[in-house]
């Protein structure tokens, strides 16, 4: 299915201006209804599908991405609609997603920043179930020899508050280049470091405590292997 080339032009005013470019933050993208479904697909997923890391669990859809390319998997239709939706924002260049990772934090549990990296094109769209939670940035590790010692305190930059039903889309910038990561805690104080606190309904001076929250992390990888036949072709 063709969708448009670059963002709708209504998106063009939730732009996150304060932040670096690009950043599109979308409050309740989905229902209440909508949430609720998805939370119960998530969880009535073969168990098998769980992968299990320090901090978090997931579930990996559409594949493995590999520079080689990625064997393509079918997405089952709960998580395919909103493939086509966030598509049809014109979040992928006209191209459709084709990869989701559905990662569950319990309250206390986060990520390490990290970038997303060279695989999937270099836009990262996140829809938020059950819980908020503060997106971290940090600046990378930098070459320079005479700078302040590089710990994770001193490259952070600011944070974006991800309500829950809420769709986040970075780009540009802030995919090539940001890393991005979730403290592991269960409370979060809103600051002014917190870019985009009226965008989401928030006040400054507030505390919010974590519940378990439920993110589809959804992305086209561009670089796609239809069938295992053509494993073997150079
Ligand atoms: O849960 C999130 O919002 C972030 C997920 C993430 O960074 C990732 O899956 O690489």
Known sequence: MDHPTCILEQLKQLVVKTAPQTVFYIP???????????????????????????????????????????LAETIPDWLQTYCEKISSL???????????LVN???????????????????????????????LDFYRPVSSLEDEAPQTEENRFLFSLLLQPRSLLILQDEMYQHLLHGIQSCSQDNLTDQVLNLSAAGAQLGETLTRGTRVSLTIRHVPKVIKTKLMLGRK
């Open 90 to 100: 014109g979040a992928f260049s006209g191209k459709t997603a084709n990869h989701v």
């Open 104 to 134: 569950e934090y319990k309250q206390g549990e986060g990520i390490m920043p990290h970038e997303d990296g060279p695989l999937y094109h270099p836009t990262v769209t996140t829809v938020s179930l059950g819980s908020h939670t503060l």
């Open 28 to 70: 309740d993208f989905i229902s209440e209804e909508e949430e609720s479904y998805l939370l119960q697909q998530v969880y009535k997923s073969p168990k098998t599908k769980w992968t299990y890391l320090s901090g978090r669990r997931l579930q990996n859809w559409g594949g493995s991405p590999h520079p080689r390319g990625m």
